[in-house]
């Protein structure tokens, strides 16, 4: 039977195991037909209650301070870009409700059009990811399931690449991209330097090592190519890694500023980072609220990112606990 049609074997054995484990297990069980659960498992479950019981106060504290330390500035940046008035005292973090007002997002809108900034931040962004998912699962599956002369000289150099800072790297990629390519005023433009992450591409390659090489080999001896393998057998065996590399590398164009801005200067594809620097340093000086109209613009900006870590927070949760016990 070929590797790629064995989907349903693990079911049909597991069914068999589950049958004869359950005719095992009914010699454990009391006449009312509940089961005996073993006395070393009734203390080990007694002393984590108490453990938890022991710390739950203190741990308590604990995490109510760091939320409070960590949402503070979130909600600080909301009731600013509220105020009619800007009031950057202590007091401020709890304003008059006469003081209240929605006016600044339109004054910012106004100005800046944060619809238009929002969409490029998302073409740039979702490009970036595009790219990173892509070009790290190839690269990362070579260098975990195949054999090449140099394999450990490409890691070497990879992990090499992460020890050189991008600002290093701004004078050649911008002559290059910008004079040598004509790539100016582009989402390309934007997007290039940022298409390969080693970061995820040794986040791939640590998980394909984990993975059993009898399934990658049996799939060759059945003819499949490296692409079919990877497609069908290896991509749904790391959809965390997936999920993983998606949730790191969004944060990261979608707050990008010193690229963007330099290799743009239509206002029409800048992303909102790039819009807000420019509002800042040109136009803020004319706004009756300054202060307000850029915090409004802050929080169009961190609103997609803190929802989508909200909307992922159980499977970003998940993948990082089961990357840190792997051995």
């Known amino acids: 039977m070929s590797i790629l049609n064995k989907a349903a074997a693990p079911n049909e054995e597991n069914d068999g195991t589950s049958s004869s484990n359950n005719s095992n297990n009914d010699g454990g069980r009391r006449p009312g037909g509940r089961p005996v659960k073993p006395a070393g498992k009734q203390s080990a479950g007694a002393s984590g209650v108490e453990k938890r019981r022991s710390l739950g106060l203190g741990s308590f504290v604990l995490l109510a301070l760091g939320a409070f330390v960590f949402l503070f500035p979130f909600y600080y940046m909301f009731i600013g870009s509220l105020q009619t008035s800007p009031d950057t005292s202590v007091a401020g973090a709890f304003p008059n409700p006469a003081?209240?007002?929605?006016?600044?997002?339109?004054?910012?809108?106004?100005?800046?059009?944060?619809?238009?900034?929002?969409?490029?931040?998302?073409?740039?962004?979702?490009?970036?990811?595009?790219?990173?998912?892509?070009?790290?699962?190839?690269?990362?599956?070579?260098?975990?399931?195949?054999?090449?002369?140099?394999?450990?000289?490409?890691?070497?150099?990879?992990?090499?690449?992460?020890?050189?800072?991008f600002q290093l790297l701004l004078i050649p990629l911008y002559v290059?991209?910008?004079?040598?390519?004509?790539?100016?005023?582009?989402?390309?433009?934007?997007?290039?330097?940022?298409?390969?992450?080693?970061?995820?591409?040794?986040?791939?390659?640590q998980y394909f090592m984990q993975l059993p090489s009898?399934?990658?080999?049996?799939?060759?001896?059945?003819?499949?190519?490296?692409?079919?393998?990877?497609?069908?057998?290896?991509?749904?065996?790391?959809?965390?890694?997936?999920?993983?590399?998606?949730?790191?590398?969004?944060?990261?164009?979608?707050?990008?500023?010193?690229?963007?801005?330099?290799?743009?200067?239509?206002?029409?594809?800048?992303?909102?980072?790039?819009s807000l620097a420019n509002y800042i340093s040109n136009i803020s000086a004319t706004a009756s609220n300054p202060f307000g109209a850029i915090l409004a613009g802050a929080c169009v900006l961190a609103a997609p990112a803190v929802a989508l870590f909200i909307f992922?927070?159980?499977?970003?949760?998940?993948?990082?606990?089961?990357?840190?016990?792997k051995g």
Do not use: C
């Open 99 to 165: 003081n209240i007002t929605g006016e600044n997002y339109a004054n910012i809108n106004n100005s800046i059009n944060l619809l238009k900034g929002l969409v490029n931040s998302g073409i740039f962004t979702g490009g970036v990811i595009f790219f990173t998912v892509v070009f790290g699962l190839l690269v990362g599956y070579a260098l975990a399931q195949m054999h090449f002369r140099g394999k450990g000289l490409v890691f070497g150099m990879m992990l090499l690449v992460q020890m050189i800072p």
């Open 214 to 274: 009898t399934l990658f080999e049996a799939a060759r001896i059945d003819g499949a190519s490296e692409l079919r393998i990877l497609w069908q057998i290896a991509i749904p065996l790391v959809k965390p890694a997936i999920v993983t590399a998606v949730l790191l590398t969004f944060i990261g164009p979608w707050n990008e500023f010193l690229w963007p801005f330099l290799v743009t200067k239509d206002q029409s594809i800048q992303p909102l980072a790039v």
């Open 312 to 325: 992922f927070q159980r499977q970003f949760i998940s993948t990082n606990i089961g990357s840190s016990v």
């Open 176 to 205: 290059m991209i910008v004079r040598d390519y004509g790539l100016a005023d582009t989402y390309l433009g934007m997007i290039l330097p940022f298409a390969i992450n080693s970061t995820a591409v040794f986040v791939f390659r």
